[in-house]
């Protein structure tokens, strides 16, 4: 069975584009082959079985028969989160009075959907850091308390049952090969590859020079200087013996992920990030880290592991995440150092701003991202666990790119988590939303964390969290392996416009 979406062909065509953005979404993850048209008569050649969904303004009869009616309720204004039929549901002014009765939902799927996964409220949002990021604390999500939740996948799992009552189950292609229910993408973003070397005094002395105060003011001073030039060197002395220094970090990885048979990414900076920023840690690939108990060069590792099967994707420096020349300079010095592709990208400190890193990204030409997600909470960022086109709403087009969205990462983790601890507690509850619908969980972890002896615990949630992936049967890999399972399946529905020829090539831009 296929999927019919009968739009509205009274929608202007520039929201009409966002919708048949939306729809194509929610006709990837459900699994479906669709097609979508906006002609009044219907398509004349439709044969086969179809599942038909009107949407538009009214149930109004017009002669299509349809098996679900979707009204559209466009977010003009602020968007607002009401709990209806179980469900956290996004609305503009009007709230919607059920959930789903008979042959109609009582909400507009299509826009919150939009709504949530092209990031529109951090347009709103006016509070940023210095580094251009906003405050995750005060987000819409959080305000709201659902940031831990996948809002969009539960959508289009109302969808998926109704869609089931009348097609069955068989209706829907599954997510992942070989019958894998859902997906766990693993990686690192190699911030520190040793702890005493010149890049990385020098770094030190850099951030140090250009603290600030709340107010901004610059805090320099010679002793704070001095101590930055020394932390690194104290280190290495606090940690003497090469079974705890950071610059095993890599080799560590690679045995654990060994054992499991399993892969991830590397996100490494290129040899020299331009516009440099003092947050930025590149690092000499002739640099020597411990690797299969011998010392050997950076550049020779990344090269071993990248030919067994590891990927290595660029880590974009600070100052290049809204810039699409500086980040195709990175993407190509570390090509041209490794003499290998890079597809993957994750700005450091997780640099990002809703539109323009998905531009600068793009005109990059990188092909998978995973920065969207958060630095210091855990969640859905997007409130979505499946791997998405994003779209630019400067733009008003959909990129030629895919994001994975990031999850979990180290540093939101307390240090100390146990087993028993909160923290696990909630990061296992996390993953397994991802899991309950099929989608997609990403993890970060530091490698220099798991030379680290102060942060054993966390190196231990990791295993643990591979064990439990492989127990659910998950299909477990880096960020190019599982987007290439999804590439494999992933379903471009049908377009049938009754638009003239200007607004569909904007349509299928
Ligand atoms: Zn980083």
Not at 96 to 114: N, Q, R, W
Request: proline content about 5%; charged content about 25%.
């Amino acid at each position: 069975m296929r999927l019919l979406v009968l739009i509205d062909n009274g929608v202007p065509a520039h929201l009409l584009v966002r919708s048949i953005y939306a729809w194509s979404l929610i006709a990837r993850s459900l699994g479906m082959e669709a097609v979508i048209t906006d002609r009044r008569d219907g398509r004349p050649d439709l044969s086969g079985s179809w599942f038909r969904i009107r949407y538009a303004m009214e149930a109004a009869h017009t002669g299509q028969p349809y098996d679900l009616f979707i009204p559209r309720r466009p977010i003009a204004g602020p968007a607002r989160i009401t709990r209806t039929g179980g469900l956290h549901l996004l609305c503009g002014r009007e709230e919607p009075e059920y959930l789903c009765h008979g042959k109609a939902l009582g909400f507009d799927v299509v826009s919150a959907i939009f709504h949530l996964v092209s990031g529109q409220e951090e347009y709103r949002s006016g509070s940023r850091d210095e580094l251009g990021r906003v405050d995750e604390k005060a987000s819409f999500l959080h305000r709201h308390g659902v940031e831990g939740q996948p809002l969009v996948d539960l959508y289009i799992r109302v969808l998926r049952q109704k869609i089931a009552e009348k097609a069955g189950t068989e209706a829907f292609h599954g997510n992942w090969p070989k019958g894998k229910r859902f997906a766990l993408v693993l990686s690192h973003d190699v911030d520190t590859v040793s702890a005493a070397n010149a890049t990385a005094v020098w770094n030190c002395v850099l951030r140090a020079a250009s603290e600030k105060t709340a107010s901004g003011k610059v805090i320099m001073s010679a002793a704070a200087l001095r101590r930055a030039a020394m932390s690194p060197l104290r280190l290495g002395l606090a940690y003497p013996r090469w079974l705890t220094r950071p610059d095993r970090g890599l080799e560590m990885v690679c045995r654990i992920e060994e054992r499991y048979g399993v892969r991830s990414t590397f996100f490494v900076f290129a040899p020299h990030v331009k516009p440099f920023h003092p947050l930025d840690c590149p690092y000499s690939y002739r640099e020597k880290v411990i690797f299969a108990k011998k010392r050997v060069r950076l550049d020779r590792v990344l090269d071993e592991i990248g030919g067994n099967g590891w990927e290595i994707g660029l880590h974009g420096g600070v100052r290049s995440h809204a810039d699409a020349v500086a980040l195709g300079e990175q993407k190509q010095a570390v090509e041209n150092a490794l003499g290998r592709r890079v597809m993957s990208l994750r700005q450091h400190y997780l640099c990002f701003e809703t539109d323009r890193t998905w531009i600068a990204q793009e005109g990059a030409g990188l092909s998978y991202d995973s920065t969207h997600g958060y630095n210091r909470l855990r969640g859905f960022r997007g409130s979505c666990c499946l791997p998405f086109r994003p779209f630019s709403l400067s733009l008003n087009r959909e990129l030629d790119m895919w994001e994975v969205p990031l999850n979990v990462q180290d540093c939101a983790i307390d240090k100390k988590a146990g087993e028993e601890g909160d923290d696990h507690a909630e990061v296992m509850k996390l993953l397994s939303a991802a899991a309950e619908t099929g989608g997609v969980a990403t993890l970060s972890w530091h490698p220099d964390r798991f030379s680290d002896p102060g942060f054993r615990p966390l190196a231990e949630m990791y295993e643990r969290i591979l064990r439990w992936a492989q127990e659910k049967d998950a299909l477990i890999g880096s960020v190019g392996q599982v987007m290439e399972a999804w590439e494999n399946r992933s379903l471009r529905p049908d377009l049938d416009l009754d638009l003239d020829g200007d607004h569909l090539s904007e349509v299928s831009a």
